[in-house]
């Protein structure tokens, strides 16, 4: 009996949807039409549904009745929800790892940072789609390899689905962030309190750093 490879397909569509999303190819409230992509991706309905209703549980896409599934709109007060939690966890989370890192966390971190910022870092607001969907995952690794040292797996899960969430946002901001901060010498500065084992300026570093960007995308919604 052949295997039964739908999962792994379900994985790859889930992160490449996940992607173009990111990449802004679908924008919210874009209508995903099932026939399409699974032409686009090579797949059958199968794969192409478990993707839906995982994207849907990240909170990616929605399904509206009689309308089908669709990019998920913008909500400015979950955004502020989601960074209202951000800056209660994560000053605590980067001042435990900040405490508790080694040299390998220290080497991981600013490996991370080198690499993020190989990408695209110094000029994230002129990538186009693809271009930033790749900064931005190397984005993400960064933030995370911050807190990795925290010694909770618990606070890992959660500011690691917070992190997630946040890239639903921060991509709307970037014609304007940098009106409110210059992000590569934010990063700059988180590496640099975390290298330099000063977990208060890490835990300032990162709550100047979200709040810029908080800001920016409340700027980008009331215009």
Not at 211 to 217: E, F, G, L, P, Y
Request: with cysteine.
């Amino acid at each position: 009996m052949a295997p039964n490879n739908s999962g792994t397909l379900a994985d790859r569509v889930t992160d490449e949807l996940r992607q173009a999303i990111l990449a802004h190819e679908f924008k919210p409230g874009d209508r995903l039409a099932a026939t399409a992509l699974a032409e686009r991706f090579a797949v059958s309905a199968t794969p192409l549904r478990e993707a839906f209703a995982r994207l849907a549980g990240e909170g990616w896409v929605s399904y509206l009745p009689q309308r089908g599934v669709r990019v998920a709109e913008v909500s400015i007060a979950e955004m502020e929800e989601i960074y209202e939690l951000r800056t209660l966890l994560e000053p605590m989370a980067i001042r435990r790892s900040v405490a508790a890192g080694d040299d390998d966390w220290r080497g991981q971190v600013e490996q991370a940072f080198r690499r993020m910022q190989e990408a695209g870092g110094e000029r994230v607001a002129d990538l186009d789609g693809r271009e930033y969907a790749a900064y931005e995952e190397l984005h993400v690794e960064f933030h995370k390899s911050t807190l990795r040292c925290c010694g909770s797996a618990w606070l890992l899960r959660v500011t690691d689905l917070l992190t997630d969430q946040s890239r639903r946002f921060r991509r709307l901001s970037l014609p304007i962030r940098a009106e409110y901060g210059p992000v590569a010498g934010e990063h700059r500065t988180i590496m640099q309190s975390c290298l330099d084992g000063d977990e208060e300026a890490a835990a300032a570093a990162i709550l100047s750093h979200m709040d810029n960007t908080r800001r920016a995308i409340l700027h980008w919604a009331q215009h």
